[in-house]
């Protein structure tokens, strides 16, 4: 695609190819963050980038941790994938989305 084409919000698992997968990862993640990869963080791209990281409870509530700010509409895409991500873990039980703090 055309490198101005915005990429849609994604959840990752813990260990994703994505991240793991290359050698140079600085296409994907910023050198400040590039531990996650290693260490199993699930985490949240934004255009793209790592951007965040996410958990989740017993209740399916998901918790979106910001690396960086994020913008009020990248927080809203941000939301409305997680609220898809929730339903999916919980057998449509729950869309609970919390995103804390950006930094």
Same mark, same amino acid.
């Given at each position: &695609? =055309?490198?101005? /084409? &915005?990429?849609?919000?994604?959840?990752?698992?813990?260990?994703? %190819?994505?991240?793991?997968?290359?050698?140079?990862?600085?296409?994907?993640?910023? =050198?400040?963050? !590039?531990?996650?990869? $290693?260490?199993? +963080?699930?985490?949240?791209? $934004?255009?793209? !980038? $790592?951007?965040?990281?996410? /958990? /989740?409870?017993?209740?399916?509530?998901?918790?979106?941790? &910001?690396? #960086?700010?994020?913008? !009020? /509409? +990248? #927080?809203?895409?941000?939301?409305?994938?997680? #609220?898809?991500?929730?339903?999916?873990?919980?057998?449509? +039980?729950?869309? #609970?989305?919390?995103?804390? +703090? %950006? &930094?």
């Amino acid at each position: &695609p =055309d490198p101005d /084409t &915005p990429a849609p919000v994604r959840f990752l698992p813990a260990f994703d %190819n994505a991240v793991l997968g290359y050698q140079y990862r600085g296409r994907i993640i910023d =050198d400040a963050h !590039r531990g996650l990869s $290693v260490a199993g +963080e699930r985490v949240v791209l $934004v255009d793209g !980038r $790592v951007s965040a990281t996410w /958990t /989740t409870d017993r209740d399916a509530t998901v918790t979106v941790t &910001p690396l #960086r700010r994020l913008s !009020r /509409t +990248e #927080r809203s895409d941000v939301a409305e994938e997680g #609220r898809a991500l929730a339903l999916f873990l919980s057998d449509k +039980e729950s869309d #609970r989305v919390e995103i804390t +703090e %950006n &930094p």
